[in-house]
């Protein structure tokens, strides 16, 4: 079958998992190592299936270690890459993230969150890897992660992360869960002239002038491929805009300063929200993924009840949109807070409210979903 062919375009009755795979193919992702994972494994066998269709390449390695450090090789081999995995799997990967990070890779981990900790709920819905996803490596720097709350928004966010990843040169991390990445609904998938892709910025000048490290005016520096003549020093080590590993402070607060800072300053261009009825709102749901499908209903139901809610829906996870939670605060009255953990996201809404506004988690510990009643109830309470 010729790559042209195997392109899907049109609408299809997908799963969530499967638009993932499908959204890397459309931005032309051409790699994929993996490890089977519940309830990611769908993501790799789409893979295994359809790169070979359009001239991919598809490695099951022998553990999610493995497979994020062939990713990282993949991207700096010139391909765009990426794998997918769920909680235990996402630990394991966290030392070669932090490694991607360190060493500025562009590359896209689909994590479909389920209940933990450790082996813990493998087929049930859980949202408890969000912190993970911003501190999971040690270490200062900046981190992307996106949350889908539709089998659509897989194939979409899947194709703004690979975006995203090499605007920024970074892993970035989509952060779904078991109910969105098993649900089957209705993805759009447009022709390929209709996709936006972000390519990777290259260096410029004569190739022994190249540092591969020197921030340009947004931070990011421009990254060469291995094999093209460019000399490159890639390590996780602390190192200078050659790449040499340099062992001193004033190496180590530059470097990581930029790393941080890239994505800080660039925040306002990479945050995205979906907002329902917030101009007047005086108690706002915060959510995020399959969750916030029904924070959706009990707004609209609250608001019918004569209660003036509004919906922020959280798009980007991180960077978090603190300076629009603390404008949120300085008008409303409470913040509600659902999701499929203990409280994650609440802390970080409860720290921006900064004492002006309540806010009010309901936390469930994993393998369920919240019913819209649930969280009505708390939206009311919340407004008396």
């Not at 630990?91 to 981990?109: A, D, K, R």
């Not at 490290?213 to 947004?218: H, K, L, Q, T, V």
């Not at 890239?262 to 009825?277: F, G, L, S």
Request: hydrophobic share 40%; with cysteine; aromatic share 6%.
């Amino acid at each position: 079958m010729s790559a042209d062919k195997a392109v899907l375009t049109g609408s299809h009755f997908m799963m969530g998992d499967i638009a993932a795979a499908e959204g890397g193919l459309a931005t032309g992702c051409r790699f994929f190592g993996g490890y089977p994972i519940t309830p990611a494994t769908e993501v790799a066998e789409r893979m295994a299936r359809r790169l070979p269709q359009v001239g991919g390449i598809y490695i099951q390695m022998e553990d999610e270690m493995a497979s994020m450090a062939a990713v990282l090789g993949a991207s700096w081999g010139g391909v765009k890459a990426m794998t997918s995995t769920s909680g235990p799997g996402f630990s394991l990967m966290m030392e070669n993230i932090g490694l991607g990070i360190m060493t500025e890779t562009p590359c896209v981990v689909f994590n479909v969150m389920r209940g933990g900790p450790s082996t813990g709920l493998p087929t049930l819905v859980g949202q408890a890897d969000v912190m993970q996803a911003r501190w999971g490596s040690h270490g200062d720097y900046g981190s992307i992660s996106l949350s889908p709350s539709s089998p659509q928004e897989c194939f979409d966010l899947t194709i703004d992360a690979f975006n995203l990843s090499e605007r920024y040169r970074l892993p970035v991390l989509i952060l779904a869960d078991e109910v969105v990445g098993h649900m089957y609904e209705r993805v759009t998938i447009p022709k390929a002239s209709d996709i936006e892709v972000v390519p990777r910025r290259r260096p410029t000048g004569p190739p022994a002038e190249h540092l591969p490290f020197a921030g340009e005016e947004d931070l990011v520096p421009a990254m060469a491929s291995a094999g093209e003549g460019y000399r490159l020093h890639v390590t996780g080590l602390t190192h200078d805009e050659m790449g040499y590993p340099v062992f001193n402070d004033v190496v180590q607060e530059r470097l990581v300063r930029r790393l941080v800072e890239k994505i800080r300053v660039n925040a306002p261009n990479i945050i995205r929200t979906e907002d329902v009825m917030l101009d007047d709102a005086e108690v706002v749901v915060v959510s995020y993924g399959c969750t916030a499908r029904t924070a959706h209903e009990a707004t609209i139901q609250a608001r019918e009840a004569g209660v003036k809610a509004g919906l922020m829906r959280l798009i980007t996870v991180w960077p978090f949109p603190s300076d629009k939670v603390r404008d949120l605060a300085g008008r409303a009255g409470a913040f509600v807070v659902p999701e499929i953990n203990y409280g994650q996201i609440a802390r970080e809404v409860e720290r921006c409210a900064g004492g002006r506004a309540e806010t009010y988690l309901i936390g469930h510990m994993g393998g369920g979903i919240h019913a819209p009643q649930e969280i009505l109830d708390v939206i009311i309470e919340a407004a008396s």
